[in-house]
């Protein structure tokens, strides 16, 4: 290939841009940042950081950046840092702040989107930390289809107190025991103020750990970027070798689409369901799938679920932390082991320019003698997967249960309505929530909430009042990955829609059966027509701003939340 050729390929979008011809303009403002002739036929690679200062999970990652941003130049490239939002979720979690969470995925994706491309940068790397940022950010580079990169800001490293580990959801867990009076003020204060030690995403299998890893396995970030905490010398060492793989890319012309395909989001989702995942990959990956001009449905995620053991002993259902993940051989020997057993798609091409099965060659074997984190699939926690999709009359077009078997797999109870999630922390307080009670939240959807709130701050205060084996809960909101217990969520159609969970009495009967995966509202089907036909939809909470918007242009949960289609 020629040199010139070469060039062209490389330098792709922004060639156009800073022809002289084209627009002097823009050279002249690229010469006023501080490039040079030289620069000017190099690739100019968009580094997006969703670093703030307001949040663990994303304090370092304007750090991060600089240390990409020194690859990219080392590998004769120009490298260009821009900044997107972030919402923390463990901070929003049980206040209005959280109806933002959910959007801001979709606001992440479209600034990435419209920096990138109004920029005409040639390829995009994410530098991302909290929840939403790895959905938001491949969404956008399936969008755009250039040259891109995720690189994960790490995990947290575990808080200590009175000789226990800690994570963000022993604080919320923390505030249900103070409810049942089983915890001194002292140690309430003290689980509070140690739970969390610095930077990073909140370390167990929760949403962000959930995203990361399988986003790895998708083939969109390095081996073992979702292994290496946030503050781990090896996170930096990631950073800087993003610049000899974003070449490599572009030498390519290796894109997202070449990347997520059919295979390869089975190939993140059977991770998803190995290491007991957050529910809310469900719809985020059936976003990131839309984004890419694929269709993945609940039904497809459940036959992945079928067929995937759930073999990992991690919060929160479990013992460990991702933390300790990294010292059994990281993300890439559990993928390597799930390969070895003929679960993983080996030929699906990576950020690397490799295929999942050549990087895999160089990857670590679990030792199952001298590690008890992940089990062989003949001692798997579950034979299926933990992710439950659920139908039935209270959830026509479905609902998301995280059963990992621990919880049973059938709860028959009567119905305790809650309109708002904070009813829940009000009824437990007073001693109201009881054993045999379905806990009900509604209105807490996309568009009721609005923004598809999540549930952590019950669900812990549930567990931690010691009920969470005695009562179960739905909603039509969502859960975070901290979750767990016998709960259903992203229950469709909605109730600010109609859906039948919005007819549902006080003291009516529920059943949720994991085994037929059908959640059941023993009412006739004249009742539920009697209900319906007296049912008037509820005004919008908001007709303006970022949440009035996306009441008016928000899918279902069962279609990925998405906020792009009309």
């Known amino acids: 290939m020629q040199a010139t050729e070469t060039t062209t390929r490389l330098n792709k979008y922004s060639a156009t841009l800073t022809q002289e011809i084209s627009n002097p303009a823009a050279q002249a403002m690229l010469y006023g940042v501080g490039l040079t002739e030289e620069d000017m036929a190099k690739p100019q690679i968009g580094i997006a950081s969703t670093g703030y200062e307001g949040n663990t999970c994303n304090m370092h990652l304007n750090g991060l950046s600089v240390y990409v941003k020194q690859g990219i130049q080392a590998n004769n490239m120009v490298g260009l840092i821009f900044n997107t939002i972030g919402v923390s979720d463990g901070m929003t979690n049980g206040n209005d702040g959280m109806r933002y969470s959910l959007p801001s995925r979709d606001l992440i994706a479209d600034s990435i989107e419209s920096v990138v491309s109004a920029q005409w940068y040639d390829g995009v790397i994410t530098v991302v930390g909290c929840d939403k940022n790895m959905p938001g950010a491949i969404m956008a580079m399936a969008r755009l289809d250039r040259p891109g990169i995720m690189v994960y800001g790490g995990t947290i490293r575990s808080g200590h107190y009175k000789g226990k580990k800690l994570d963000i959801v022993s604080a919320f867990e923390a505030l249900g025991k103070r409810f049942a009076g089983n915890i001194s003020d002292e140690d309430f204060k003290g689980v509070v103020q140690n739970a969390i030690p610095g930077a990073g995403a909140c370390g167990g299998m929760y949403t962000a750990n ?101 073999i990992a002993d991690l919060k929160p259902s479990g013992k460990y932390y991702m933390e300790d993940v990294l010292e059994i051989g990281g993300v890439p020997a559990v993928t390597k082991y799930l390969y070895q057993e003929g679960l993983i798609h080996g030929d699906c091409m990576t950020v690397t320019g490799k295929t999942v099965a050549e990087n895999l060659a160089e990857a ?203």
């Open 210 to 310: 959930t995203m990361a890893s399988s986003i790895e396995a998708m083939g969109l970030s390095l081996p073992f970027s979702s292994s290496y905490p946030a503050t781990h010398e090896g996170k930096q060492e990631e950073c800087k070798k993003i610049g000899v793989a974003m070449k490599r890319l572009l030498e390519m012309d290796l894109k997202p689409r070449d990347i997520i395909t059919k295979k390869s989001l089975e190939n993140a989702l059977t991770l998803v369901m190995a290491l007991g995942g957050s529910t809310n990959a469900t719809l985020h990956y059936i976003a990131i799938a839309r984004a890419a001009g694929l269709s993945l449905t609940l039904d497809e995620i459940q036959a992945i679920s079928d067929r995937t053991p759930f």
């Open 364 to 566: 670590p074997d679990l030792n199952f003698e001298t590690q008890k984190i992940i089990f062989p699939l003949s001692q798997a926690i579950k034979k299926t997967g933990h992710i439950q999709i659920m139908y039935g009359n209270l959830a026509p077009t479905g609902a998301v249960a995280k059963i990992t078997g621990k919880e049973g797999l059938r709860f028959d109870g009567t119905a305790k309505i809650c309109e708002h999630e904070s009813e829940i922390i009000d009824a437990l307080a007073k001693g109201e929530i009881l054993p045999g009670h379905v806990i009900v939240i509604r209105n807490a959807g996309p568009k009721g909430g609005p923004g598809m709130s999540e549930m952590l701050k019950p669900t812990s205060a549930v567990i931690g009042a010691g009920l969470g084996d005695k009562v179960a809960l739905i909603t039509d909101g969502r859960f975070s990955g901290g979750t767990h217990g016998f709960v259903v969520g992203h229950i469709t159609p909605e109730a600010f829609d109609g859906g039948p969970i919005a007819l549902v009495k006080e003291g009516d009967r529920i059943t949720i059966d994991a085994e037929t995966r059908q959640l059941t509202l023993h009412i006739s089907d004249e009742e539920m027509a009697e209900r319906r036909s007296q049912w008037q939809q509820p005004a919008p909470s908001f007709t303006r701003g970022v949440l009035g918007r996306y009441i008016r242009s928000v899918k279902s949960a069962s279609e990925g939340c998405v906020t792009d289609e009309m």
